[in-house]
C-alpha cells in the first residue's frame, strides 16, 4: 500500500497593507474549505501569509513595524485557522512574522522578530517551526532601488537550523516534513540540510517581486519564474523529496509578486501550478515512497558523498580568489 499524501498549496492573491488580518484569514478559510473538498490532508500557505509584504517599506524604528508581527500563535485572529484544522483533520503550514521574548546568544531576554514559519497538525499541535535564514535585501534605506527590501532590518537571522520532524499527517504514522522560507530556496545548502534527515515534503512559502528590483543589471522578467522553479526543482531532485511551494502573488501597493506555486515530486518535476495571480488552491496526491529512488541509487547520500573535500561549504562564507595559473620556468 503506497504512503499516500494529498498535499495542497493555497496560494494567496494580494494583501494590501489596510487589509485586517481577519479578512487574510477568511480567504484562507476559504481555501482550506476547498482543500477539505478535494481531499488535501495538508495545506501549504504562503510566506508572512496574514499581511502585506510589509519589508518593502522603511519605518525610522524597527518598533514602528511591530503592528505588522504576531505576538502570540494562535492568536484571536488565527484561532480560526487551528479550529479549522482540527475540525476538518487537515494540517497547514503558515507563515507569519513573529516576535518573541526569548533569550538571545547572549542570554539576555529581549523582544526578538523573526520570518517564521510553523507546522500545524490536524489536531492543532504545532509541530514544527522554523525561521527563516538567508534573509535577502538590506537593512538601511536603499535610495537606489525601486522598492526596498528590508527584511535584514526587521528580522534576525533564524536561530532554529533547517529542522525535520517525522510526525502524523493524513492517514499516514509518520511523515518527515521540514520547511524553509522563499530566498532559502535558492541556497542549495538549505535543501541538503533537510535532505541529510531524511525529507520526505519539504514545504516553503514566498513572496517574490515578478521584476528585478535591485537595480543592478538587466534581468528578464521570464527569468524571475523560472529561477525560482529552478531553485525548488533542483532541490527536490538532489535530496529526493516533495516540494510544496506556496505564493503570495498580485499587486500589493503597486508592487506586483508572481504566483505560480507548485508542487514538485523526489524526480524534479512540477506535478501541479497555479496559474492565476490570485487566491488558487492546487492539490497533488504524493506517493511518497518515491522519494526511495533517488535515495537508494543516485543520492544514496551515505554511499557516495564526500564530505572531506566539501569543509569550504561550511567554513568560507563569501568567495575567495583562484591562483593565478602561470607558466613553470623549464627545470
Ligand atoms: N523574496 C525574494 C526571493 O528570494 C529575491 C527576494 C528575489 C531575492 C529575487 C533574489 C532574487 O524570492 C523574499 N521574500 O525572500
Same mark, same amino acid.
Given at each position: 500500500?503506497?504512503?499516500?499524501?494529498?498535499?495542497?498549496?493555497?496560494?494567496?492573491g494580494?494583501?494590501?497593507?489596510?487589509?485586517?488580518?481577519?479578512?487574510?484569514?477568511?480567504?484562507?478559510?476559504?481555501?482550506?474549505?476547498?482543500?477539505?473538498?478535494?481531499? +488535501?490532508? =495538508? *495545506?501549504?500557505?504562503?510566506?508572512?501569509? #496574514?499581511?502585506?509584504?510589509?519589508?518593502? &517599506?522603511?519605518?525610522?524604528?524597527? $518598533?514602528?513595524?511591530?503592528?505588522?508581527?504576531?505576538?502570540?500563535?494562535?492568536?484571536?485572529?488565527?484561532?480560526?485557522?487551528?479550529?479549522?484544522?482540527?475540525?476538518?483533520?487537515?494540517?497547514?503550514?503558515?507563515?507569519?512574522?513573529?516576535?518573541?521574548?526569548?533569550?538571545?546568544?547572549?542570554?539576555?531576554?529581549?523582544?526578538?522578530?523573526?520570518?517564521? +514559519?510553523? =507546522? *500545524?497538525?490536524?489536531?492543532?499541535?504545532? #509541530?514544527?517551526?522554523?525561521?527563516?535564514? &538567508?534573509?535577502?535585501?538590506?537593512? $538601511?534605506?536603499?535610495?537606489?532601488?525601486?522598492?526596498?527590501?528590508?527584511?535584514?532590518?526587521?528580522?534576525?537571522?533564524?536561530?532554529?537550523?533547517?529542522?525535520v520532524?517525522?510526525?502524523?499527517?493524513?492517514?499516514?504514522?509518520?511523515?518527515?516534513?521540514?520547511?524553509?522560507?522563499?530566498?532559502?530556496?535558492?541556497?542549495?545548502?538549505?535543501?541538503?540540510?533537510?535532505? =541529510?534527515?531524511?525529507?520526505?515534503?519539504?514545504m #516553503?512559502?514566498?513572496?517574490?517581486?515578478?521584476?528585478?528590483?535591485?537595480?543592478?543589471?538587466?534581468?528578464?522578467?521570464?527569468?524571475?519564474?523560472?529561477?525560482s522553479?529552478?531553485?525548488?526543482?533542483?532541490?527536490?531532485?538532489?535530496?529526493?523529496?516533495?516540494?510544496?511551494?506556496?505564493?503570495?502573488?498580485?499587486?500589493?501597493?503597486?508592487?506586483?509578486?508572481?504566483?505560480?506555486?507548485?508542487?514538485v515530486?523526489?524526480?524534479?518535476?512540477?506535478?501541479?501550478?497555479?496559474?492565476?495571480?490570485?487566491?488558487? #488552491?492546487?492539490?497533488a496526491?504524493?506517493?511518497?515512497?518515491?522519494?526511495?529512488?533517488?535515495?537508494?541509487?543516485?543520492?544514496?547520500?551515505?554511499?557516495?558523498?564526500?564530505?572531506?573535500?566539501?569543509?569550504?561549504?561550511?567554513?568560507?562564507?563569501?568567495?575567495?580568489?583562484?591562483?593565478?595559473?602561470?607558466?613553470?620556468?623549464?627545470?
Amino acid at each position: 500500500m503506497p504512503r499516500t499524501l494529498t498535499v495542497a498549496a493555497a496560494q494567496l492573491g494580494p494583501i494590501q497593507m489596510a487589509e485586517p488580518r481577519s479578512v487574510a484569514v477568511e480567504r484562507m478559510l476559504r481555501l482550506l474549505e476547498r482543500g477539505k473538498a478535494r481531499g +488535501a490532508e =495538508l *495545506v501549504v500557505f504562503p510566506e508572512l501569509a #496574514l499581511t502585506t509584504f510589509f519589508p518593502r &517599506h522603511y519605518y525610522e524604528t524597527i $518598533e514602528e513595524a511591530d503592528p505588522w508581527f504576531e505576538t502570540a500563535m494562535p492568536s484571536n485572529e488565527t484561532a480560526p485557522l487551528f479550529a479549522a484544522a482540527r475540525k476538518w483533520g487537515i494540517g497547514f503550514h503558515l507563515g507569519y512574522a513573529e516576535i518573541a521574548e526569548e533569550p538571545d546568544e547572549a542570554g539576555r531576554m529581549r523582544k526578538r522578530r523573526f520570518n517564521t +514559519a510553523i =507546522l *500545524v497538525g490536524p489536531e492543532g499541535d504545532i #509541530l514544527l517551526k522554523y525561521r527563516k535564514i &538567508h534573509l535577502p535585501g538590506h537593512a $538601511e534605506r536603499d535610495p537606489r532601488r525601486s522598492v526596498q527590501h528590508l527584511e535584514k532590518r526587521y528580522f534576525e537571522v533564524g536561530d532554529l537550523g533547517f529542522p525535520v520532524i517525522r510526525a502524523p499527517m493524513g492517514g499516514l504514522a509518520g511523515v518527515n516534513m521540514g520547511m524553509m522560507i522563499c530566498n532559502d530556496r535558492r541556497w542549495p545548502e538549505s535543501w541538503r540540510v533537510l535532505g =541529510l534527515q531524511k525529507v520526505e515534503l519539504v514545504m #516553503l512559502g514566498y513572496n517574490t517581486p515578478s521584476t528585478n528590483q535591485e537595480g543592478q543589471g538587466f534581468e528578464a522578467h521570464h527569468l524571475r519564474v523560472f529561477h525560482s522553479h529552478l531553485s525548488i526543482q533542483a532541490g527536490a531532485y538532489q535530496n529526493s523529496c516533495f516540494a510544496v511551494a506556496t505564493a503570495k502573488a498580485g499587486v500589493e501597493n503597486g508592487c506586483e509578486l508572481f504566483g505560480h506555486s507548485i508542487i514538485v515530486d523526489p524526480q524534479g518535476e512540477i506535478i501541479a501550478m497555479a496559474t492565476s495571480w490570485d487566491d488558487e #488552491l492546487i492539490t497533488a496526491d504524493c506517493n511518497l515512497d518515491l522519494c526511495g529512488l533517488g535515495r537508494a541509487s543516485v543520492f544514496a547520500f551515505e554511499k557516495h558523498r564526500r564530505p572531506e573535500h566539501y569543509g569550504r561549504i561550511t567554513s568560507q562564507v563569501g568567495a575567495v580568489d583562484p591562483p593565478v595559473w602561470e607558466r613553470k620556468a623549464a627545470e
